[in-house]
């Protein structure tokens, strides 16, 4: 989901904030793929101004992938399956994405785990042994209203995930460390439980 329009709403108290945990990439570890440290070179795609955090997350995977699609023509291509006056212009669905996703031949899986530490648990071992293959993984968080980024990569030692963010530069990930992700990998307004939306090549 996404309704994040730009860096300047407030976050809710013990939500992330927008500026939170951004940090240049020239600070971080090399790309890299380890068993305890991964970074994967996603580019980066910006939403700009504009609700499609999910559509713009979607298209920094595809590019890491190989396969450059215009975020828009994905926003597009996510609502086409509904009649015009059902389709959603200030946010997209993940099951909607997903819908999209296929017409291009790619069969990305949404996942849903409790919110609860046995929940975060497992969700993060599934995120890294993604990761460890080198596919990027979409999760939501509330920061305010609702948003979509790519968990591009962990560190173990460092108890840390690097995210490619729709809101940041090319310049910047974002970095959070795995009990702010606890406390934060979930949204409020679209349900309780944390979900992931893992990608394949």
């Not at 291509?77 to 059902?86: D, N, V, Y």
């Not at 497992?122 to 042994?129: C, E, Q, S, T, Y």
């Not at 990569?153 to 910047?172: E, K, M, Y």
Request: charged share 25%; net charge positive.
């Amino acid at each position: 989901f996404c309704l994040c329009l730009a860096l300047v709403a407030l976050p809710a108290a013990a939500e992330i904030g927008v500026r939170e945990g951004v940090t240049p990439v020239r600070k971080l570890p090399p790309v890299q793929n380890t068993a305890r440290l991964v970074r994967l070179d996603v580019p980066q795609v910006s939403q700009g101004r504009d609700p499609i955090c999910v559509p713009s997350s979607a298209a920094m995977i595809l590019a890491y992938y190989g396969a450059h699609h215009d975020k828009w023509a994905l926003k597009r291509l996510a609502e086409s399956h509904k009649p015009i006056s059902k389709r959603n212009a200030d946010f997209t669905y993940w099951v909607d994405m997903q819908k999209g996703l296929r017409k291009l031949g790619s069969s990305w899986q949404i996942k849903s785990y409790p919110r609860s530490d046995a929940g975060f648990d497992r969700g993060l071992r599934d995120i890294r042994a993604a990761l460890r293959k080198g596919r990027p993984v979409m999760i939501e968080v509330d920061l305010d209203v609702g948003h979509t980024f790519v968990v591009a990569g962990f560190d173990d030692a460092g108890g840390r995930v690097f995210i490619r963010d729709p809101l940041l530069t090319r310049s910047q990930m974002r970095v959070l460390s795995y009990a702010t992700l606890r406390e934060n990998w979930h949204d409020h307004r679209f349900g309780p439980d944390r979900s992931a939306f893992f990608s394949q090549p």
